[in-house]
């Protein structure tokens, strides 16, 4: 079974610093995996995704991720925190062989930022 | 990007009532929906998935009888909480994924809907 495993539910930086928020997962196949941003009270929009490729990707406003299949690990990073990127942070890994792409969340990450 | 939309986006009812939300994939068709119920500062629960033509595909733990779910169309998905209760008070999220060969494993959320039970 597939599983996402998010350390750390709150991350605080200052407005400026490295963005870093690790996500781990578990899977027996080659996963998708994924990183969600949600604001509060609305849905959830996608920052990056990993499907197959280059294993470091690059997403919206400045994120960046790196596959590293030997530690298991998709962690998010920014190189400079904006006040805007307050929110909750979500990584997930895709079922890729049951041909259904459930998706397994991780149990997120709420990141502040600090003036 | 392909465009999912929710509706209604909060909605407030009395306790025993049935409240009907709306998924609705905007530009382009999606043969399988998702659900997720998420509680306040936790993580998406997935419910059940839905697929165009066919029944749900619930979650363990998830009441079928409770949490119907109606996936009619190519672009439509609709989830209604039967005889709610205040537990059933929750944020309830969809997502869909492109049909055939634009899919790319990635889903598309919905803004969510907040489900208020009195």
């Known amino acids: 079974a597939q599983s996402v495993t998010q350390l750390g539910s709150h991350v605080s930086v200052s407005e400026g610093a490295l963005v870093l928020l690790r996500c781990n997962y578990s899977?027996?196949?080659?996963?998708?995996l994924f990183w969600y941003v949600q604001y509060p009270n609305q849905g959830l929009q996608l920052l990056l995704k990993y499907t197959t490729g280059a294993t470091l990707v690059k997403g919206i406003n400045g994120f960046e991720a790196e596959f590293k299949k030997s530690e298991t690990s998709f962690h998010l990073t920014k190189p400079s925190a904006h006040m805007s990127d307050a929110a909750e942070y979500f990584c997930?890994?895709?079922?890729?062989?049951?041909?259904?792409?459930?998706?397994?969340f991780g149990t997120g990450t709420r990141l502040k930022v600090l003036a | 990007g392909a465009v999912v939309s929710q509706h209604p986006s909060r909605v407030i009812c009395k306790s025993g009532t049935s409240v009907k939300i709306e998924c609705r994939s905007l530009?382009?068709?999606?043969?399988?929906m998702f659900w997720y119920r998420q509680f306040p500062k936790q993580s998406l629960m997935l419910m059940a998935t839905?697929?165009?033509?066919?029944?749900?595909?619930?979650e363990q733990g998830v009441e079928k009888d409770k949490f119907l779910i109606n996936h009619a169309s190519l672009t439509l998905s609709t989830l209604t909480v039967t005889s709610a209760h205040p537990e059933d008070s929750s944020f309830y999220i969809c997502?869909?994924?492109?049909?055939?060969?634009?899919?790319?494993?990635?889903?598309?959320f919905g803004e969510g809907s907040r489900l208020t039970v009195l």
């Open positions: 839905s697929n165009e033509g066919s029944k749900a595909t619930y």
């Open positions: 530009d382009f068709q999606a043969t399988t």
């Open positions: 899977s027996s196949v080659p996963p998708y």
């Open positions: 997930a890994v895709s079922d890729t062989t049951s041909g259904t792409y459930k998706y397994i």
């Open positions: 997502s869909a994924r492109l049909a055939g060969a634009a899919n790319t494993g990635e889903l598309f």
